[in-house]
């Protein structure tokens, strides 16, 4: 065993300054581990996230993460698939999988994400 993690695909918002430093902030953490992790920017690809079943708002709205089978996890579960890959951020993913902790997370996630979408111009 190699120890070579499969590739994960990250759907992110280059149009959103906080989004790319979270982008950096994962990526300084990671390390080496984060060279698994491609990057991609969702912003003018509506036509390309349909062709792969995923709805190009909801993109804007919850983090969509792509494994190596293809499966396509959202939300809090892109969350968690992401951050156990990294030593520092594992027991951080399994925090916010906690079933009392998680659904509040949701909520505070999403109200935040609204408020940032509702900002723009």
């Known amino acids: 065993m190699t120890g070579v993690q499969p590739k994960l695909v990250v759907f992110y918002d280059g ?4 989004c790319i430093k979270d982008r950096r902030w994962y990526e300084k ?5 984060g060279d698994s992790v491609e990057w991609l920017d969702i912003t003018g690809r509506d036509d390309e996230l349909r ?3 995923i709805d190009p708002d909801r993109t804007l ?6 494994d190596a089978d293809g499966q396509i996890h959202r939300e809090m579960d892109a969350y ?3 951050m156990s ?9 399994w925090l916010i999988g906690l079933p009392l902790i998680r659904p509040g997370l949701a909520r505070l996630y999403h109200g935040w994400v609204s408020r940032r979408l ?4």
């Open 51 to 53: 062709r792969q079943g």
């Open 118 to 121: 509702d900002g723009r111009a």
């Open 85 to 93: 890959r990294v030593p520092l951020l594992k027991p951080l993913a």
């Open 29 to 33: 953490l990671a390390g080496k581990t």
């Open 15 to 18: 149009a959103c300054p906080t």
């Open 80 to 82: 968690i698939l992401l």
């Open 61 to 66: 709205r919850e983090l969509h993460v792509k």
